[in-house]
């Protein structure tokens, strides 16, 4: 029976070897999302600090996970050095999600185990991640050739709210859930 729960740091091997399998699998894709150097060890490990990490366990393996924030500039420009280009970047983005300054949570680094795909783990982290939102605006990004990701985005409510360049180069698509 697959559980789902809060990542802690004794999860870390884990979730690291469940990341190292899923980028290969996105690259063999042609998603080039993740790196050698995104997601890392540090990156998993603030979340799980933040109890921002969700991880779907079946027995004692990990199979799946997301994380969540509330800090936008911290998640989409960590690796952006001018901070008033990054303010900008980050108003521009969102001036089509919200006309108020409302709180908004944003979901991250969802994976799950290619062989546990397609029996509803991502559905069910979404689902417990949208628990934490209590109410906000959710919104999400993901690289426009990952069809995959958009239709179950699109099932779960989610709609496209705008396009964003990643710091990468990669053209990505913003969901939104309000």
Known sequence: MIKI????????????NLCDRVRVQLHENGI???DEDY?????FGEDIQRKNLIVAVDGRKIIGSISFNFDLKT?????????????????????SCLATKETIMSLHRLMVHPD??????????????EKQALGKTIILFTEANNQKAINL????GYTRNGM?????????YMYKKA
């Open 5 to 16: 729960r809060f990542a802690t740091m004794k999860d870390m091997k884990k979730i690291m």
């Open 32 to 34: 080039d999302m993740w």
């Open 39 to 43: 997601p890392n060890e540090e990156i």
């Open 75 to 95: 998640e989409l420009f960590f690796d952006v050095e001018d901070e008033k280009a990054c303010e900008a970047e980050i108003s521009k983005l969102l001036a």
């Open 116 to 129: 546990h795909q397609r029996q509803g783990i991502a559905t069910r982290l979404i689902q417990e991640a």
């Open 153 to 156: 985005y699109l099932r779960l």
């Open 164 to 172: 964003y360049t990643f710091t990468f180069g990669s053209l990505a």
